[in-house]
């Protein structure tokens, strides 16, 4: 694509990284120096203020895909996908985490889980269920791998550097902190992260103040000059956007269930009282509200570069936000501006390597291998070094897969992560929602649902046979919304059923 980035730049990109990274190496020590057992990695043994809580929330469930990926979509396919990502989606997630959050925070503190898959397991009383979610959990390695795509195209184009290189020298410095930080450090870095990020998001929804010169009006007459859909609220011609059922029903679907990822929904276990849950939705949602509006960027960079060339190189999806960032702002308001964008990958890839890890380490390797390897003496000590090489294990995957979505993705490592983590919330759904909201739930109906769930996701997803999935790039969204549909119509029908011969029985 030709290097973009000025010396001055460049020089000024490797000042600011070299101190940013200083400063979250002060924080990991401090952190790690409070570290004792794997629950003290996994939940923290530091009292967190509910407002650091619901910043490190904000942080962690906005990344690099809502920073870096998904103005990407905007770019291409205009308001249509303003209206799914930046105004649909949030609002079914802000109600959904509302709900969510109170009911699992009781039963978390209740069932004693440090994880995703061992709350799952403590609710249900199986350990086979908690076996079957952590190797389920392994799917997100794929949003690992978006934001470490994200974070490489971001620097890559600051420093006009090879990707692969960049590539190799995040998982190496951000997963080597991650083996000894955890959350006592994760916080403190997320909170600091989420202020950073917040004024990076006002710099670029302000940067586009020329395109208004001329009123609202104005602006869409614009963006309508760029395409015969580009303006309209649906785009027929996306891949994404083509109709209200993409648009709105999936994404009020897809963000009901989001909320059910390890790294968003064991964040309120953090909080020490009740007392504090309130005062943490609200600032995580404020907060939030501004992050997701981020995506609007997507239709300046597309003003911007209206063919999406530059020096006659087509821009990839990927890396269309960093080269609009490195090419519209001056020197030093682009650095402020790509630390902002670097936050808002490593908030999320924390909060994922520290869950995901927690996960393998107390839920995977621990039933599966525990009574060989564990001497009872030297236990908590001896669970910190194998949770140290499942994030050795989690790197060299995320490594392998970056490289190769860097190198050919299909249309945008965007797709490639939703499938995933998508197939991932499909699952654990049904789960969740019965656990907090069903009494007497029988595992078979949470069992059978989350197989339903994966099994219908990835054969509507690859198998083709949707009218909406006969195209080279498919909508996970959809796939997800069928699976999730699906999931809620068995789950529920084996749990009434079940009800009924009990009380027949009785």
């Not at 079957?132 to 994200?150: E, K, P, Y």
């Amino acid at each position: 694509m030709g290097n973009i980035a000025s010396t001055e730049q460049i020089t000024a990109t490797w000042i600011v990284v070299i101190l940013y990274m200083i400063i979250i190496l002060f924080f990991v020590i401090r952190g790690a120096i409070k570290i004792k057992s794997i629950s003290d990695y996994a939940v923290g043994n530091i009292t967190f203020s509910p407002i650091a809580v619901g910043l490190a929330l904000a942080a962690s469930m906005t990344s690099a895909a809502t920073f870096i990926i998904n103005p990407g979509f905007i770019a291409l396919y205009g308001i249509s996908g303003v209206l799914s990502f930046g105004i649909v989606m949030p609002l079914a997630i802000f109600v959904s985490l509302v709900l969510f959050t109170k009911g699992f925070r009781t039963y978390g503190a209740n069932v004693n889980a440090l994880t995703m898959a061992q709350w799952m397991g403590n609710r249900y009383r199986s350990k086979s269920y908690a076996l079957f979610f952590a190797f389920v959990s392994l799917l997100l390695v794929t949003f690992i791998v978006l934001i470490c795509v994200g974070l490489t195209q971001v620097l890559a184009n600051s420093l006009n550097a090879d990707p692969i290189v960049v590539l190799g020298c995040i998982v190496l410095f951000v997963f080597g902190y991650m083996m000894f930080g955890g959350a006592n450090s994760m916080v403190y870095t997320n909170s600091i992260q989420a202020v950073l990020m917040f004024v990076v998001a006002i710099i670029l929804l302000s940067s586009g103040g020329q395109y208004f010169n001329e009123g609202v009006s104005g602006f869409f007459d614009k963006l309508q000059s760029i395409g015969p859909n580009f303006a309209n609220w649906t785009n027929p011609d996306s891949l994404l956007f083509r109709d209200y059922f993409e648009i709105v029903f999936c994404q009020i679907v897809i963000g009901i269930a989001i909320v059910c990822q390890p790294h968003i929904i064991t964040k309120s276990l953090l909080l020490k009282s009740d007392k504090d849950v309130n005062r943490y939705l609200t600032v995580g949602v404020l907060v939030l509200i501004v992050f997701f509006q981020v995506v609007i960027v997507g239709l300046f960079a597309r003003l911007y570069f209206p063919d999406l060339s530059v020096n006659g190189n087509s821009i990839p999806m990927d890396s269309i936000v960093s080269t609009y960032v490195v090419s519209r702002f001056p020197v030093y308001v682009g650095i402020l501006v790509i630390l902002g964008l670097i936050s808002a990958g490593l908030s999320t890839l924390e909060g994922l390597i520290q869950s995901l890890s927690s996960s393998l380490t107390a839920d995977l390797f621990n039933p599966l291998f525990g009574k060989f390897y564990y001497d009872e003496n030297k236990r908590e000590r001896q669970e910190i070094i194998v949770n140290k090489m499942m994030i050795v294990f989690l790197a060299l995957v995320s490594f392998g897969l970056s490289h190769q979505q860097l190198l050919s993705p299909n249309l945008s490592v965007g797709i490639f992560a939703q499938n995933g983590v998508y197939a991932y919330f499909s699952a654990a759904f049904v789960p969740v929602l019965f656990g907090m909201f069903l009494k007497d739930v029988q595992l078979k109906s949470v069992f059978s649902a989350s197989v339903i769930a994966l099994v219908v996701h990835f054969t509507a997803y690859y198998g083709r046979f949707l009218p909406y999935m006969r195209e080279t790039v498919n909508n996970p969204a959809i796939a997800s919304t069928m699976a999730i549909l699906s999931s809620l119509v068995v789950g529920l029908g084996i749990h009434y059923l079940t009800k009924e011969k009990i009380s027949q029985h009785v």
